[in-house]
């Protein structure tokens, strides 16, 4: 006997086969029972009927309850009014297991229960949904790197010394006698790829302590960051840009049912097409005084203001030459204005915050040592970095794409936390 995955049985209408499932639900309605499967790929209906499903089946039925699971043995019929077009006349069930009590019945739970349960709430339609644009967002980001040329060079997790500022730093003991922190970047690494290969990218989960509970930080989260040799702020905001696009259409052309799902407006998604707005900091900043929300120069975006900034644009906006003293001692700064740096940050639209964040590296040995010691960070950790510097320095820019932050937008989720399948938050570490 065939096992066949709920999404392939219309191939096998007349024909026996095995489905190897979980229950969602069970009804009767006079003397018809109806058992709900869900398999990973759909749901579909199993009809068990006296005369045409044996007794061993129709017995077992009573004492189902919800994740029980079952190999459904029966024929596939085409049934309009079936979910999914397809049901199964059952002639056999038997039992991997009978589920105990299942904790998240279908009524209202909230969110600390769900999280609490989040290796069995995995189970549930809206995070079948969401963690498969997630795996559409990676994969579409990973190939669009991929057919550019780019080699995937992975990163290390434990690293020596800070990327993005010390202050979010995890720290562990490393064998007793030095500290290893959790990466907050492959960046650096990614720097030296890419006077190696040209154009390289690493994907892969980076940390930071932020002891911020919003709805778009994680203490751990994905990051796809590209680097590229001879290339300046200009290359990769156009890549940042082809990137978006190349994302948004993939999950477009194969997540509708998921979107839908969700109940996403996917006419809000359709929107995002190039070309996207390109702002200054400073334009940001009269953004933000129009609204009333004056910030003085030289003075990063809170979540609010990155809000307010966004829902000013129905396609995502690209925000380039921040002030110099509130971005990484990496930036390279513009060399028509010494205040302002290279880099860029993307924010999505409604309200979802900065996706990515990147810009031009500073190729001059000197001023980088500078830099350093301004930040002070140690010399001596980051001797290897300089040496990029020293042997074949050039223009070189890259970015990173936070994954959770643009499945969360995507999806139209209202918490970072749902996007990924484990979230790490400031409060959560279990499950
Ligand atoms: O702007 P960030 O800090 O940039 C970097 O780490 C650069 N070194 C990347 C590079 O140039 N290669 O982070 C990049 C992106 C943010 O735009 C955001 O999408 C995401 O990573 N991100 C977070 N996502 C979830 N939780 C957090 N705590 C995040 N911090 C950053
Ligand atoms: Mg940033």
């Not at 020596?160 to 010390?166: D, I, P």
């Not at 990484?328 to 513009?334: E, G, L, P």
């Amino acid at each position: 006997m065939a096992i066949v995955k709920i999404d392939a049985v219309g191939g096998y209408e007349g024909q026996s086969v095995t489905i190897c499932g979980w229950l969602t639900h069970k009804r009767s309605s006079g003397r018809i029972r109806f058992l709900m499967l869900r398999d990973g790929t759909g749901t579909i209906q199993a009809t068990l009927i006296k005369g045409e499903t044996n007794e061993h089946a129709l017995d077992l039925y009573s004492e189902l309850l919800q994740e029980s699971s079952l190999a459904v043995t029966g024929t596939v019929r085409r049934d309009k009014r079936a979910p999914g077009g397809y049901e199964i006349l059952v002639s056999d069930v038997e039992a991997f297991q009978v589920a105990d009590t299942y904790p998240i019945a279908p009524k209202e739970h909230g969110v600390g229960f769900l999280m609490d349960h989040r290796h069995l709430w995995l189970r549930s339609s809206r995070q079948w949904a969401i963690l498969h644009v997630r795996h559409t967002v990676i994969n579409a980001a990973r190939r669009f790197f991929d057919d550019q040329g780019f080699t995937l060079l992975d990163a290390p997790i434990l690293t020596g010394a800070s990327c993005e500022g010390t202050t979010t730093l995890f720290e562990t003991d490393y064998f007793g006698d030095r500290k290893a922190y959790l990466s907050q970047s492959g960046q650096l690494y990614m720097e030296a790829g890419a006077m190696a290969f040209g154009k390289v990218y690493c994907c892969g989960p980076t940390f930071r302590a932020e002891k911020s509970k919003t709805r778009r930080h994680l203490t751990e989260f994905w990051m796809i960051e590209p680097e590229v040799a001879f290339a300046d702020l200009e290359t990769i905001m156009k890549l940042a840009e082809a990137l978006i696009v190349a994302i948004v259409e993939e999950v477009l052309k194969t997540r509708q049912q998921e979107l839908h799902l969700l109940e996403r407006d996917i006419t809000r998604i359709e929107k995002i097409r190039p070309p996207f707005y390109v702002i200054s900091y400073d334009e940001a900043l009269q953004i933000l005084k129009d609204a009333g929300e004056s910030l003085p120069w030289g003075e990063d975006f809170g979540g609010s203001q990155e809000t307010i900034v966004s829902n000013h644009f129905d396609k995502p906006v690209l925000i380039h030459r921040y002030p110099a003293q509130i971005k990484a001692f990496y930036m390279k700064n513009d060399p028509d204005r010494s205040e302002v740096a290279l880099c860029l940050d993307v924010l999505a639209p409604e309200g979802y915050g900065e996706i990515i964040g990147g810009g031009q590296r500073e190729d001059d040995t000197a001023i980088l040592k500078e830099k350093i010691e301004e930040a002070e960070l140690l010399a001596e950790d980051f001797k290897w970095y300089l040496d990029l510097r020293r042997y074949g320095s050039v223009p070189h820019a890259g970015f990173g794409l936070g994954i959770e932050r643009t499945v969360a937008w995507l999806c139209g989720l209202e918490h970072v936390r749902e996007s990924i399948p484990f979230p790490r938050l400031m409060d959560r570490l279990y499950p």
